[in-house]
C-alpha cells in the first residue's frame, strides 16, 4: 500500500494531504505517526488536488511527517455471532481482554437504508413493565422511540429498567441487546455494566463503549457501528434486537466539532445544517423487514440541553423518531419514579400494537380518556394557586384530585416492577372510576359496563 | 459545420452528495450519469469549465478521475398508464422494482424506469381517423383500476390531423396513433419535473375540497385547486391529518409525496390504503393513488427532487380533468434538502442558513395547484396540502413563514391540543382559510342557506370562549356571569363534540357534510335553550347538569346517526321544560 507523505495542513479533527492518486470518498485511511502510532480516519472530501480526511481518534502527535494510507475501501466492519456477550471500544476493538472478532461478514457501517416497500409494518406490542409507557404510550416492536431527559435525571435507570423487562407477551424468541455509548462517564458505564452483570443480560449483549475522554470524533462512528451489528444480528440472524444509544446529544456535539472544523455554514445554534439527515442515518435504521425474522427496536437516550425541548437536538430527533418518551424534572423532584410525564410524550406507531388479540380491546380509550383528564387536573392546579382549591366546583374538585392520583398511583412504580399491561389498564380503571361517570365521554358506554370497577365483580 | 458536443467528463472533486466534474458540455438540470457505478445526477451549476452535480445517490466510495457522461436531457418522469397504485422513490424508480433487483436494502447505481414497459394496456381509441387532434388532446383511453387513464397529445408536440390510429393491446412504447404533421404517439409521454405543464387558464377555485374532517370542511375549508399549509411542532398530528385527508378527501387522484419522513409511516400507508375503501366508490383507496417515498435517510438530492416529480404526475391526471389532490410531507424536509445542496455549493446563505431562493422555489411549486382550463378543454384540478414542520414548533421560521405568504389555507397544529389527546390538534383560533368567501355560494346551495351562518356563530363562541377562559383562569368559572358560564358550556361542547375526531375510529374517520350540519344545529339547539332557560331564571348548575346533551358526543361513532340524535334531541326537550317548571 503506497504511503503518502504529502499533509499540508492539520486543523482540529482534520488532516489533508495533497498529491495523491485518485482517493475514493467514504474511503478508510490509516495515518502513522512519526512514533509509529497508527490512527484511523475516513476521506471527507476528495478531488486531485487535495483531500481531506477526518481522524476518528485525537490528532495529538499527528505532524506534517505523518505517512497517510489509503486503504482502498469505505469503513467496514467485521461482524458475527460471537459478538454477543463483548464489550468493544467506540471504534470496535475489543475492550474486554478477548480475542479479535472472528468475521462472518465484514459490512458498510453506513449501512444502506432499507426499501420502504421492503418493510413491515411494525404490530407487536413489547411490554417494558412501566404503566406510563406500556398503557399511554406503547413501544411497539420496530420502533425507535427516544427519552428525552435532562442532565441529572434518572434516564438511564428507565433505559435499563426496560432492557431488563421488555418482553413480547408470549413470545420466546431469540433477543440481544446492543448497547452504545457515546460521551458518558465511567461512572454511568459501571453503572450500566454492573447492571448488565446482575442480571445476566450481558451474554445476550454487544456493548460499544465511548467514554467521556474518549476522542470526540470517535463518537461519529459508534452507533455506525451498533447498528450495523444491530442489522446483521436481526436480518441475517434472525434475533430481535434492542438498541440503546446513549447519549445522542453527546453525538451531536461532535457532529457539531467536526461540522465547525471544516469550516461549514452552520444551521440552527451552531449545528450543521445536515443533522436532521445524519441523525435520519441513524434513527432510521430500525425496523422489521418483510420476510426476515428479526427486528431493530430503537431506544435512544438524549438529554435536553437546558431541559429545553425546543433545542435542536430533541427537536430534529422529534421529528425523525417515532414519537419520544419525555422524563420531567418536577415529578423527579416530587420523588416519582420514573418521573415520565405522559403530556409531551407520545408514541406514534402505538394504535399498531395495541387493542383486541395484542392488548386489550379498552386501551386506547382508557388511555385517551386519562390523558384528558390528566390535562384538565394539571390545568386546574394553576387555577388552586390563585383561587384556593374550596373556589372549585365539585367536578373540578374530582379532576384536581385525579392528577394527584394519577401521578402517585399510575406513574409511580418501583425499580423492579414489572406491570403486566392488564395491570396497568386496571389502575388506570380505578382512577377513571373515581371521576364522574357522565366525564367519561371518550369510552364507550360498552366498555363501561365490562371494565368500570362499578360494574365489575 | 457540426458543432460536437462533449458528452463525457471526468470527476474532479467528490463532496458528499455534490460533486465536480471537468472538460464536458453541459446545460443546467440536465441529467448525467456518474462515476463508474452510473450514479443518476443532475447539473446544478457551471463555473468556467468545471461542472457542478448532485448526485440521487450515495457516492461514497467514487474517485475522482472516474466518467461522467451527459444524457443531455432534463430529470423527467414518465407519465402513462401504471402509475396509480405505484409506489416511487424521488426520482420515480418504482420502488418495488428496486427491491426486486437490489433486495430490502436500497443500493446504488441501479436504474429502473417509472412505468413497466413490458406490460400491455388496452387501448381503446377515441378518436378517429381524420380528426384534428391538437396539443394536449384526448385520443383514447386505457381502463386502469376503476380510473380511465386518458391518452394525450403531448403538449409540446405540433398537433395535426389523425393518419392512423389503433385499438387493442400496446406496451406503453408501442406507437398507437400517427398524425399528418409526421407526430407518432405512444401511450408513454415524458415530462421534465421542473417545468410545469401548459394549461390554457386557470380559474378561481369555488367547489370545496370535502375532507370529512370537520374543522376543516364545516370551518377552514380549502377549495379544490387550492392551497393550504399544516404546520406543527413534532407530534403534533401532521401526518395523521395528512393521511386522513389523502384517505377521504373527496379528490379522484391522490399524490401523496413522503418526502423525508419515517418509513415506517410509509410503510402505514403502503398496508393500509389497500385495505380501506374509497367512500365514494367503495374501491380500495391505493388504486386513486400514487405514492412518492423518498424517507429521511434516502439520498438528499432525490429527496429535493421528488416534490417536483410529484406535482409533475399530479398535472398530467389534472390535464385529463381530473381533480387532483397532492399532499406533501414535509415541505420543510424539501427545504432543508436544498439548504443541504446549497450549502455544499457554498452559496451565499439567507435566513437561518436557507438558500436566498428559498421563497421563490416554494412560491413556484405551490402555484402549480389551481383549477385550470387544461389545453383540452376539460376542467382540472390541483389543491396542493403542505406539511411544515417548523424547528421548536417555532411558525416565525424561514419556511413556515414564506409559505404563508402563499397558501390560502392554514391549518395551525397545536402541540398543546395534542398532548391532551385533543385530535386533529388543529387549533381554531390561529387557523384561517381565505376561501369563505368564494365558497359560501356552495355550502349556500349544496350544503343549506342556514350553514355559513350557522358556522360564524360557532366560530364566534369558540372566540368569545378564548375571551372568558383568561377570566376563568384568574376567577374560576363559578365567579362568571350565568350567559358566559352558558357560552363556555357551549364552546366546551363545540370543542369536544364536533371539532374532536377520531381518525382511527371507523364511522367518525369520515364525517359527511350532513352529519356535520346535523351536529352543528344540535349544538345551536342546545345553546338556545340554554340561553332561553336562563333568561327566564332557571338556575345555571342545572341548565349545565342538561344530561341528554353528553349523550350529542357518541354520535360520533354511530354510523346510522339519526334516530339516536332525535331521541337526544326530544330529551333535551322534555329536560328543559322540566328545568323550567321547576
Known amino acids: 500500500m503506497k504511503e503518502y507523505r504529502t499533509v499540508t495542513k492539520i486543523q482540529g479533527p482534520l488532516v489533508f494531504v495533497e498529491k495523491t492518486e485518485p482517493v475514493a470518498y467514504g474511503e478508510l485511511v490509516n495515518i502513522v505517526q512519526s512514533d509509529g502510532k497508527v490512527k484511523r480516519g475516513q476521506v471527507l472530501d476528495t478531488s486531485d488536488e487535495i483531500v481531506c480526511v477526518q481522524v476518528f481518534e485525537s490528532t495529538a502527535g499527528i505532524g506534517k511527517d505523518a505517512g497517510i494510507r489509503f486503504t482502498g475501501e469505505t469503513i467496514k466492519m467485521p461482524v458475527g455471532r460471537d459478538m454477543l456477550g463483548r464489550i468493544l471500544s467506540g471504534s470496535g476493538k475489543p475492550k474486554d481482554g478477548g480475542p479479535d472478532i472472528v468475521p462472518e461478514k465484514?459490512?458498510?457501517?453506513n449501512g444502506a437504508a432499507i426499501n420502504p416497500y421492503a418493510r413491515a409494518s411494525p404490530s407487536e406490542f413489547i411490554q417494558t413493565g412501566i404503566s406510563t409507557i406500556d398503557a399511554t404510550n406503547t413501544l411497539v416492536r420496530g420502533q425507535k422511540l427516544p427519552i428525552f431527559s435532562g442532565a441529572g435525571l434518572p434516564h438511564n435507570e428507565i433505559a435499563l429498567q426496560i432492557a431488563r423487562q421488555a418482553k413480547v407477551p408470549g413470545s420466546s424468541e431469540e433477543f440481544a441487546v446492543v448497547f452504545a455509548a457515546m460521551g458518558i462517564t465511567k461512572e454511568e458505564e459501571n453503572q450500566f455494566m454492573a447492571d448488565f452483570e446482575r442480571t445476566g443480560a450481558l451474554e445476550h449483549a454487544v456493548v460499544f463503549l465511548n467514554l467521556a475522554d474518549d476522542p470526540a470524533v470517535e463518537r461519529f462512528i459508534t452507533p455506525r457501528l451498533a447498528l450495523t451489528t444491530a442489522e446483521y444480528l436481526a436480518f441475517e440472524l434472525g434475533f430481535h434486537v434492542l438498541v440503546i444509544l446513549t447519549d445522542m446529544t453527546n453525538y451531536c456535539e461532535a457532529l457539531r466539532q467536526i461540522g465547525a472544523a471544516r469550516e461549514e455554514v452552520p444551521g440552527r445554534r451552531g449545528y450543521p445544517g445536515y443533522m436532521y439527515t445524519d441523525l435520519a442515518s441513524l434513527y432510521e435504521r430500525a425496523g422489521i423487514i418483510k420476510g426476515k425474522k428479526g427486528?431493530?427496536?430503537?431506544?435512544?437516550?438524549?438529554?435536553?440541553?437546558g431541559d429545553d425541548i425546543t433545542h435542536p437536538i430533541p427537536d430534529l430527533s422529534g421529528y425523525i423518531t417515532e414519537g419520544q418518551i419525555v422524563v420531567n424534572r418536577e415529578l423527579h423532584r416530587k420523588g416519582i419514579y420514573p418521573p415520565i410525564n405522559v403530556m409531551p410524550s407520545l408514541s406514534r406507531l402505538m394504535n399498531l400494537g395495541i387493542g383486541p388479540g395484542k392488548t386489550r380491546e379498552d386501551h386506547k380509550k382508557v388511555s385517551d380518556q386519562m390523558y384528558a383528564g390528566y390535562a384538565e387536573g394539571v390545568d386546574l392546579r394553576g387555577l388552586v394557586a390563585i383561587v384556593g382549591k374550596d373556589a372549585l366546583s365539585e367536578r373540578d374538585q374530582r379532576f384536581l384530585e385525579f392528577a394527584d392520583a394519577f401521578e402517585d398511583k399510575f406513574v409511580r412504580q418501583g425499580h423492579d416492577e414489572d406491570r403486566s399491561i392488564a395491570d396497568s389498564l386496571d389502575i388506570?380503571?380505578?382512577?377513571?372510576?373515581?371521576?364522574p361517570e357522565e366525564q367519561l365521554t371518550r369510552i364507550d358506554r360498552d366498555l363501561i359496563q365490562k371494565y368500570h370497577p362499578k360494574y365489575r365483580k | 459545420m457540426e458543432v460536437?458536443?462533449?458528452?463525457?467528463?471526468?470527476?474532479?472533486?467528490?463532496?458528499?452528495?455534490?460533486?465536480?466534474?471537468?472538460?464536458f458540455d453541459a446545460h443546467m438540470y440536465d441529467v448525467v450519469r456518474v462515476g463508474n457505478e452510473q450514479l443518476m445526477g443532475e447539473v446544478i451549476k457551471i463555473d468556467g469549465d468545471k461542472v457542478i452535480i448532485q448526485v440521487y445517490e450515495s457516492t461514497d466510495g467514487v474517485r475522482p478521475g472516474e466518467p461522467v457522461e451527459n444524457t443531455g436531457l432534463p430529470l423527467a418522469v414518465e407519465l402513462g398508464p401504471g402509475l396509480l397504485t405505484s409506489i416511487y422513490d424521488g426520482i420515480q424508480r418504482p420502488l418495488e422494482v428496486l427491491m426486486e433487483k437490489m433486495g430490502s436494502f436500497i443500493e446504488r447505481g441501479v436504474n429502473a424506469p417509472g412505468l413497466d414497459h413490458e406490460k400491455k394496456w388496452d387501448f381503446k381509441p377515441v378518436m378517429k381517423k381524420g380528426d384534428e387532434a391538437a396539443p394536449g388532446a384526448i385520443i383514447g383511453e386505457v381502463q386502469e383500476t376503476n380510473i380511465v387513464t386518458k391518452i394525450m397529445v403531448p403538449p409540446n408536440f405540433k398537433g395535426g390531423k389523425i393518419t392512423e390510429i389503433k385499438k387493442g393491446a400496446f406496451t406503453v412504447d408501442d406507437i398507437v396513433c400517427k398524425l399528418d404533421s409526421g407526430e407518432e404517439i405512444c401511450m408513454m409521454q415524458k415530462w421534465p419535473v421542473r417545468v410545469p405543464r401548459p394549461v390554457i387558464e386557470k380559474k378561481n377555485p369555488d367547489v370545496p375540497l370535502?375532507?370529512?374532517?370537520?374543522?376543516?370542511?364545516?370551518?377552514?375549508?380549502?377549495?379544490?385547486?387550492g392551497t393550504a399549509a399544516i404546520p406543527g411542532p413534532f407530534g403534533s398530528g401532521k401526518t395523521v391529518t395528512q393521511q386522513s385527508l389523502a384517505k377521504w378527501s373527496d379528490a379522484e387522484i391522490v399524490v401523496y409525496i413522503g418526502c423525508g419522513e419515517r418509513g415506517n409511516e410509509m410503510t402505514e400507508v403502503l398496508t393500509e390504503f389497500p385495505e380501506l375503501e374509497d367512500p365514494k366508490t367503495g374501491k380500495p383507496l391505493m388504486e386513486r393513488t400514487v405514492l412518492i417515498a423518498n424517507?429521511?435517510?434516502?439520498?438528499?438530492?432525490?429527496?429535493?427532487?421528488?416534490?417536483y416529480t410529484g406535482i409533475t404526475i399530479a398535472e398530467y391526471f389534472r390535464d385529463m380533468g381530473y381533480d387532483v389532490s397532492l399532499m406533501a410531507d414535509s415541505t420543510s424536509r424539501w427545504a432543508e434538502a436544498m439548504r443541504e445542496i446549497s450549502s455544499r455549493l457554498e452559496e451565499m446563505p439567507g435566513e437561518e442558513g436557507y438558500p436566498a431562493y428559498l421563497s421563490a422555489r416554494l412560491s413556484e411549486f405551490y402555484e402549480r395547484a389551481g383549477r385550470v382550463e387544461a389545453l383540452n378543454g376539460n376542467m382540472g384540478s390541483i389543491t396542493v396540502i403542505g406539511a411544515v414542520s417548523p424547528p421548536g414548533g417555532d411558525f416565525s421560521e424561514p419556511v413556515t413563514q414564506n409559505t404563508l405568504r402563499i397558501v390560502k389555507c392554514f391549518w395551525a397544529l397545536d402541540a398543546k391540543l395534542s398532548q391532551r389527546r385533543h385530535f386533529p390538534a388543529i387549533n381554531w383560533l390561529n387557523s384561517y382559510s381565505l376561501y369563505l368567501n368564494s365558497l359560501g355560494k356552495y355550502y349556500d346551495e349544496k350544503i343549506s342557506p342556514e350553514f355559513n351562518p350557522i358556522r360564524s356563530w360557532a366560530m364566534e363562541v369558540l372566540q368569545k370562549e378564548s375571551e372568558l377562559q383568561e377570566i376563568v383562569q384568574l376567577v374560576g368559572s363559578d365567579a362568571l356571569p350565568e350567559a358566559e358560564q352558558v357560552t363556555i358550556e357551549v364552546a366546551r361542547m363545540l370543542r369536544e363534540v364536533f371539532l374532536q375526531q377520531n381518525a382511527f375510529d371507523a364511522v367518525d374517520a369520515y364525517c359527511s357534510m350532513e352529519k356535520q350540519f346535523d351536529m352543528l344545529k344540535a349544538i345551536r339547539k342546545y345553546a338556545d335553550l340554554a340561553y332561553s332557560a336562563q333568561k327566564a331564571g332557571s338556575p345555571i348548575a342545572a341548565i349545565i347538569a342538561v344530561k341528554s346533551k353528553n349523550e350529542l358526543a357518541r354520535i360520533k361513532y354511530v354510523a346510522d346517526y339519526k334516530p339516536e340524535l332525535e331521541k337526544i334531541l326530544s330529551d333535551m326537550d322534555a329536560e328543559f321544560v322540566k328545568i323550567r317548571e321547576a
Request: charged content about 15%; cysteine-free; glycine content about 8%.
Open chain 1, 106 to 109: 465484514r459490512l458498510d457501517i
Open chain 1, 295 to 305: 427486528s431493530v427496536t430503537q431506544l435512544s437516550i438524549l438529554t435536553m440541553p
Open chain 2, 210 to 225: 370535502l375532507t370529512g374532517l370537520r374543522i376543516l370542511d364545516g370551518l377552514f375549508p380549502v377549495a379544490k385547486g
Open chain 2, 4 to 23: 460536437k458536443s462533449k458528452t463525457k467528463g471526468i470527476l474532479k472533486r467528490i463532496s458528499g452528495p455534490v460533486v465536480t466534474a471537468v472538460n
Open chain 2, 295 to 307: 424517507t429521511s435517510n434516502m439520498p438528499v438530492a432525490a429527496r429535493e427532487a421528488s416534490v
Open chain 1, 428 to 435: 388506570g380503571w380505578q382512577l377513571l372510576s373515581a371521576l
